[in-house]
């Protein structure tokens, strides 16, 4: 047996304000709508990672989500642009990657990262 796919789940009763910040802006595609649930992803392979952790490093609260994207610069102009405030960053952290935190419309904070 191997795991193909871990997908997190966010409880909401505003399914619709994910589009804005998941599609419009991080541009992922919407691959699975059924009113109660709608999902969003990549096209391309992801690799599947799980995280535990007491801190988000820098002794920065710990992100609900991270997200790497290849064009970090691109994702934090888009987040400004959308009114999304950056809660932390953009930094880079000692471990090698370059980071920003926001929060998504269902108040999760995102850890939006990439590697140096």
Do not use: C
Request: aromatic residues 10%; charged residues 25%; without cysteine.
């Amino acid at each position: 047996m191997r795991v193909k796919r871990i997908v997190t789940n966010i409880d909401t009763q505003d399914i619709t304000a994910a589009k804005r910040f998941y599609e419009d802006v991080l541009g992922l595609h919407l691959l699975m709508d059924h009113g109660w649930i709608a999902t969003y992803g990549s096209d391309t392979e992801m690799n599947i990672q799980i995280s535990f952790a007491s801190q988000g490093g820098s002794q920065t609260e710990t992100p609900d989500l991270s997200i790497e994207v290849d064009d970090i610069d691109i994702a934090l102009d888009r987040m400004k642009k959308a009114g999304f405030p950056i809660e932390y960053g953009p930094t880079v952290e000692p471990w090698g990657v370059r980071r920003f935190y926001v929060r998504d419309p269902f108040g999760k904070l995102i850890n939006i990262l990439t590697h140096e």
